[in-house]
T-cell receptor, first 112, second 116 residues
């Protein structure tokens, strides 16, 4: 069974601070996706990384896929209250099933 | 982008009754859809993979006779919670990959089920 562990599980910070969320596994994934979910809504895709060592930036968010494709990180610069939400990483494997393995989640709260 | 809808968005039912939740891909065809369950402040737990034209594949520990899945067309999958009990109360979310070479999946907005 493939498992993805996220850390920290909960994070509460002040507006303007930086933060990093980690997603680790002992398994290799073909792709790694990050989602953000707000209460009562479905997850919204933020980014997909597929190449080991890949770095993608989305405004104040920087995503990195580990060289061995077993881990990933999400770094947020100058966090804002609008960044508050549940952040989920999800690993995908190749093949027709396209099944995702979700991480345990990181609940981020950015205080004004 | 691809859109997935769910209906209803929330439902309250009495213990012992059955509830059907629909998941539709609005602008693409999906031969595969996924059903997840999520408890408050927790991650998504995959329940089953819905396959158009064939039986669903259930994850270990998920009762297939309790959570009936029907993927009747390339744009619709339904999840029926039979003989619902309070412990079935949860947030149910479906997703569908849009196909092609992408690894991405698009998620529905979820259905909040409360069993009284």
């Amino acid at each position: 069974t493939q498992l993805l562990e996220q850390s920290p599980q909960f994070l509460s910070i002040q507006e303007g601070e930086n933060l990093t969320v980690y997603c680790n596994s002992s398994s290799v994934f073909s792709s790694l996706q990050w989602y953000r979910q707000e209460p009562g809504e479905g997850p919204v895709l933020l980014v997909t990384v597929v190449t080991g060592g890949e770095v993608k930036k989305l405004k104040r968010l920087t995503f990195q896929f580990g060289d061995a494709r077993k881990d990933s990180s999400l770094h947020i610069t100058a966090a804002q209250p609008g960044d508050t939400g549940l952040y989920l990483c999800a690993g995908g494997t190749s093949g027709s099933a396209r099944q995702l393995t979700f991480g345990s989640g990181t609940q981020l709260t950015v205080l004004p | 982008g691809a859109v997935v809808s769910q209906h209803p968005s929330w439902v309250i039912c009495k213990s012992g009754t059955s509830v059907k939740i629909e998941c539709r891909s609005l602008d693409f065809q999906a031969t595969t859809m996924f059903w997840y369950r999520q408890f408050p402040k927790q991650s998504l737990m995959l329940m089953a993979t819905s396959n158009e034209g064939s039986k669903a594949t259930y994850e270990q520990g998920v009762e297939k006779d309790k959570f009936l899945i029907n993927h009747a067309s390339l744009t619709l999958s339904t999840l029926t919670v039979t003989s619902a009990h309070p412990e079935d109360s949860s947030f149910y979310i479906c997703s569908a990959p849009p196909g092609g070479l992408t690894y991405e999946q698009y998620f529905g907005p979820g259905t909040r089920l409360t069993v009284t």
